[in-house]
């Protein structure tokens, strides 16, 4: 019997609100290049039109090993079918499902999605910050070319949400539900350096843990409880990130710190903000909708924001009284007990000498978002937490 795991991911998220479509992609080829987390011999990709006004002609996809600069191996070309069909549409508000391929993919092996689109392909679905550079071509269908003629780069993802994988009996994924600090945000392009990225290498080699797959669905801005701009909130979009992949059995929730920050500044006026009884709300929401399914939940606290975007018009993100607010959530994931196991992100990355900052080393430089040193170190603090939720759960089933 078949069994799949999701082994990567990109939330799809809509374009910020107001703004009209005035860009697309037409008679063009794009290539996306991603790394999966798991391996396998056989894939699944799903593609998505979830806040498109049309539907969205696929001329011909294909999958194969990436190469460097938007190239791939030849020899592992395989064309993508819908239905058995190479040409299908993307319809508006749903996600597409390929036909299984075979192709041998080891852990952390990079692959190339390419799509081409025939017709106009507004972009209306898309994720915005990918850390990975996607390539657009000349005009034409270059999906089956080892080669492929670049009119341009990107930074986003378009249509494309996830891969699945067949495992094998026991095979699971741990979800990554956050924002941009899980979303990699301040990350080397290319680098494969969020967090979740970092723990994936961690998992691979672990040897014990390399059957999971882990899936980064971390939105760059977003909230827990408000969906003005950056893709729908935590709670609105729990069933489709969550609940929608197979063989799901751990979730990590590190997502709050937009809530408490965004609010008086000028993304978001003074009646936008979320009180901190609020926030714990909807962490018991996301515990108990996970639970409901099987789901393990850890919680990661909320890293250090203090001096976030200094000099900068955003720098009412941070103040006083948010910081409060800031240590008031920290202060329940911990002793709460409701989370299965928590991930303290915030000791991990506070600076001793000011524990309301980053600690240099593991800033971006915003004040904000980790550097790769301090996403490394976020895969590292979670990985013991994780292995310590593991080894309870084996000693609750193991025999009396």
């Known amino acids: ?28 080829t794009v290539r996306q290049v991603l790394r999966v987390s798991k391996g396998g011999e056989r894939l699944r990709l799903r593609l998505s039109n979830e806040y498109g006004a049309s539907p969205i002609r696929i001329g011909a996809a294909t999958v194969a090993l990436a190469a460097k600069g ?53 972009i209306e679905t898309y994720h915005y910050e990918a850390q990975q550079t996607a390539y657009v071509s000349e005009f034409g269908d270059f999906a089956e070319a080892p080669e492929l003629p670049v009119q341009q780069t990107s930074t986003s993802r378009y249509f494309l949400s996830a891969v699945l994988v067949e495992s094998g009996p026991g095979g699971g994924s741990l979800v990554c539900l956050g924002d941009s ?36 669905q971390g939105i760059g801005g977003n909230r827990v409880l408000a969906s003005r ?5 935590a709670l609105a979009r729990f069933d489709r990130d969550v609940l929608s992949f197979p063989n799901v059995k751990w979730i990590s929730v590190l997502e709050g710190i937009n809530d408490i920050g965004w609010p008086e500044t000028m993304l978001a006026g003074s009646q936008e903000a979320v009180a901190v009884e609020s926030l714990i709300a909807a962490y ?14 850890l919680l990661g606290t909320l890293p250090p924001f203090g001096g976030a975007f200094e000099g900068l018009p955003l720098k009412t993100f941070y103040s006083a009284s948010k910081e409060r607010d ?55 603090v979670f990985e013991q937490a994780f292995e310590g939720l593991l080894v309870a759960q084996e000693d609750r089933s193991a025999p009396n």
């Open 70 to 122: 938007g190239a791939v191996d030849a020899a592992s070309i395989r064309q993508l079918t819908f239905g058995g069909e190479r040409q299908t549409d993307l319809v508006p508000g749903a996600p597409l499902l390929s036909d299984v391929v075979e192709l041998a993919v080891p852990d952390l092996g990079q692959i190339a999605i390419s799509l081409y689109f025939p017709d106009f392909a507004p």
């Open 181 to 216: 600090i899980t979303d990699g945000f301040g990350s080397t392009i290319d680098g494969d350096a969020r967090w979740p990225d970092r723990l994936a290498e961690r998992l691979a080699k672990s040897g014990r843990l390399s059957g999971i797959g882990v899936l980064n």
């Open 326 to 380: 800031r240590q008031a959530v920290n202060a329940w994931i911990r002793t709460s007990g409701e989370a299965d196991a928590v991930a303290d992100f915030e000791r991990a990355l506070a600076d001793p000498a000011n524990p309301s900052r980053l600690l240099p080393a593991f800033d971006c430089g915003d004040g904000l978002h980790p550097s790769d040193d301090g996403y490394a170190e976020m895969a590292k």
């Open 284 to 297: 018991r929401q996301i515990i108990a909708r996970a639970r409901l399914n099987g789901i393990k939940v």
């Open 1 to 28: 019997m078949e069994q799949w795991i999701g082994t990567w991911s990109a939330s799809p998220m809509n374009v910020w609100p107001g703004d009209a479509v005035l860009y697309g992609f037409h008679q063009q």
């Open 229 to 233: 701009a950056r893709g729908a909130n």
